[in-house]
């Protein structure tokens, strides 16, 4: 068992949907992190929150729109997707020190996704 | 800047034969390292982790990995391969910066255990 719980595991939805996928982790990590991963691919970074607050956007489409609102928590809140939005959408957390970058991230087992 | 290079997409090997899966890095600086494996279907799991302390590494499940700075390769091996060994194997370099990590991917390997 993951100490990241991502919901739902599975979710199919049209172009015209609104959705969220919710993470959840309590291991008082204060980094969450959300990745997108198509088949036979590295996982994608997609955005990053420290203590809550966004700190990392790796230019993603206004179609997904993160939320993180307690240091449990991270949401991803999906509207007007694509075809090519379908992916394994997973979720990670670390510690976050202020001097250290490297601490492992661990993940969740994901989402995956479905456009219609 | 760093990156990482895994030197092999797909490794078969007999179960109960050595596993080597390999990994070259880039890094400006002392970097940090970790290999991550994922099963079908599910999330990425830590294997193990290099921060700079022992340059021989051990993790989960039997695997190990030597950090070798002359050679900047950090490979991944395992003296007995199980059946239950076969996935997706990433190895992965972090950045130092600020309060979260962001990784750098190899691109994978997929390892194959053959009876």
């Known amino acids: 068992d993951t100490e990241v719980t991502q919901t739902p595991k599975h979710l199919v939805m049209g172009m015209t949907n609104k959705k969220s996928l919710k993470c959840e982790q309590h291991m008082g990590h204060r980094a969450m992190y959300w990745y997108k991963q198509k088949a036979k691919k590295p996982p994608e970074l997609m955005f990053v929150?420290?203590?809550?607050?966004?700190?990392i956007n790796e230019s993603v489409p206004s179609r997904f729109s993160p939320e993180c609102p307690n240091s449990s928590l991270l949401n991803l809140h999906l509207h007007a997707l694509q075809p090519e939005d379908s992916a394994l959408y997973l979720c990670?957390?670390?510690?976050?020190?202020?001097?250290?970058?490297?601490?492992?991230?661990?993940f969740g087992d994901g989402t995956r996704l479905s456009i219609l | 800047a760093q990156s990482v290079t895994q030197l092999d997409s797909h490794v078969s090997v007999s179960e109960g034969t050595p596993v080597l899966l390999r990994c070259n890095y880039s890094s400006s600086y002392s970097p940090s390292l970790f290999w991550y494996v994922q099963h079908p279907n599910k999330g990425l799991q830590l294997l193990l982790k290099y921060t700079s302390a022992a340059t021989l590494v051990k993790g989960i499940n039997g695997f190990e990995a030597e950090f070798k700075k002359s050679e900047t390769s950090f490979h991944l091996t395992k003296p007995s391969a199980h059946m239950s060994d076969a996935a997706e194997y990433f190895c992965?370099?972090?950045?130092?910066?600020?309060?979260?990590?962001?990784?750098?991917f190899g691109t994978g390997t997929r390892l194959q255990v053959t009876l």
């Open positions: 990670a957390s670390s510690q976050a020190f202020l001097t250290m970058g490297n601490q492992p991230q661990h």
């Open positions: 992965v370099v972090s950045d130092r910066g600020g309060t979260a990590s962001k990784l750098t």
């Open positions: 929150y420290s203590y809550e607050k966004l700190s």
